[in-house]
């Protein structure tokens, strides 16, 4: 069945190989056989007619959250706010006219985004939740629920839930952009470029032991690692170091890659792993310039980056794919990378020390 591990010795490295799998199941869920996006009329109208999205996360699902802002505000023209559940709650934004929300969580139980909604609900407001869960306390409670059809999670470090929900906000976002007859939404062949993606993803993923002798290489030792990149690499960043510190326990930290020199590029020493994530074309050389600057303080260097904006001594290369999308696929090497640092440290990949994989508590 879905949910038994099969051949695979840990349950995230069997999530990791299905994201291939998730990114069709998507397709087929929310677009029609031209490519049109099939989602609600309802959701579609109720947040055009909003001046401002508030998307509510924690943990991964907050971090797919900013890749999602960037979607969002490409393609329908409305400002999108990113909030963590457990700040929200107690310290509640100053709201527009008219607020829409958007819950994003794996299991649809995550207490610290609950009592948000709760507070939302008696204030009347207009709410809809991204999750994998049918039928989920934030799915029930919330006008509204998009599903994401990633299949069970069973791993406590979420992968498919991550890719999963950037995908579906895809949709959604192609959906209002496509209604509000906007000229970047409606160009946008999203259900292509997602078949892409998940080839995209396949070849990565058919290159994991590679990527396990480059772990060997970077991290095996290190008590640290920093992820840096600029926009939505510096989204995937965030991601990509939780991911790591979760499992493998090594201080992984994101940062935008501009701002380490203000302060964080202390700690730098040498042999200190630096892992850039460049692909995105604007700020490609900006990051490049980052990297140099660590590296002349000791760090061992380590770069994954899209093929037309790669170079010889990079690392990790990516097949080339739609620019508003790349976060689906720079993220993989980095949960692979985290998978194998963890292999390689002896830990138990898919029950890490303190964590669970839903916190029902605030
Ligand atoms: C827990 C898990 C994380 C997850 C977070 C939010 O802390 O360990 O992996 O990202 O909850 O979960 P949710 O189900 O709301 O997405």
Redesign the pocket.
Request: proline fraction near 0%; hydrophobic fraction near 35%.
């Given at each position: 069945s879905d949910i038994e591990k099969g051949t695979y010795p840990y349950y995230m490295l069997k999530e990791i190989d299905e994201q291939p799998t998730v990114m069709r199941r998507i397709i087929q869920e929310y677009t029609d056989a031209i490519g049109d996006t099939m989602i609600d009329e309802k959701i579609v109208k109720k947040i055009i007619a909003s001046d401002r999205i508030y998307v509510v996360?924690?943990?991964?699902?907050?971090n797919a959250g900013w890749v999602g802002k960037a979607l969002l505000e490409k393609m329908t023209n409305i400002p999108v706010e990113v909030h963590l559940s457990s700040e929200f709650g107690y310290n509640m934004p100053l709201l527009s006219e008219k607020p829409f929300f958007i819950f994003?969580?794996?299991?649809?139980?995550?207490a610290d985004?609950r009592q948000v909604l709760v507070q939302l609900n008696e204030l009347g407001l207009p709410s809809l939740t991204l999750?994998n869960v049918a039928g989920s306390t934030?799915s029930r409670e919330a006008d509204y629920t998009l599903l994401l059809h990633a299949g069970p999670e069973i791993a406590?470090?979420?992968t498919k839930?991550y890719t999963a929900q950037i995908a579906v906000l895809a949709v959604l976002a192609k959906a209002v952009g496509d209604s509000k007859k906007n000229q970047s939404s409606l160009k946008f062949d999203l259900a292509h470029e997602l078949s892409v993606i998940a080839a995209v993803m396949e070849t990565i993923i058919d290159e994991k032991m590679s990527i396990s002798q480059l772990v060997e290489e970077y991290l095996s030792t290190t008590r640290n690692a920093f992820y840096i990149g600029r926009g939505v690499d510096y989204f995937v960043s965030m991601e990509a170091s939780l991911k790591l510190k979760?499992i493998s326990y090594i201080q992984a930290e994101g940062f935008a890659a501009g701002e380490l020199k203000h302060g964080t590029i202390a700690l730098i020493e040498e042999g200190t792993p630096v892992l850039g994530v460049i692909t995105d074309r604007k700020t490609a050389a900006h990051t490049r310039g980052n990297l140099k600057e660590v590296e002349s303080r000791g760090a061992h260097n380590f770069v994954i980056s899209l093929g037309s904006l790669s170079k010889e001594t990079d690392q990790l290369i990516i097949p080339d794919v739609h620019p508003l999308l790349t976060p689906l696929v720079s993220i993989i090497p980095t949960q692979l990378i985290a998978y194998f640092a963890t292999l390689q440290r002896g830990y138990d990949v898919d029950k890490p020390r303190n964590?669970?994989?839903?916190?029902t508590v605030e």
């Open positions: 996360a924690c943990g991964t699902s907050y994003l969580s794996q299991s649809g139980e995550t985004s999750t934030l406590v470090a979420s839930a979760e964590l669970a994989k839903s916190v």
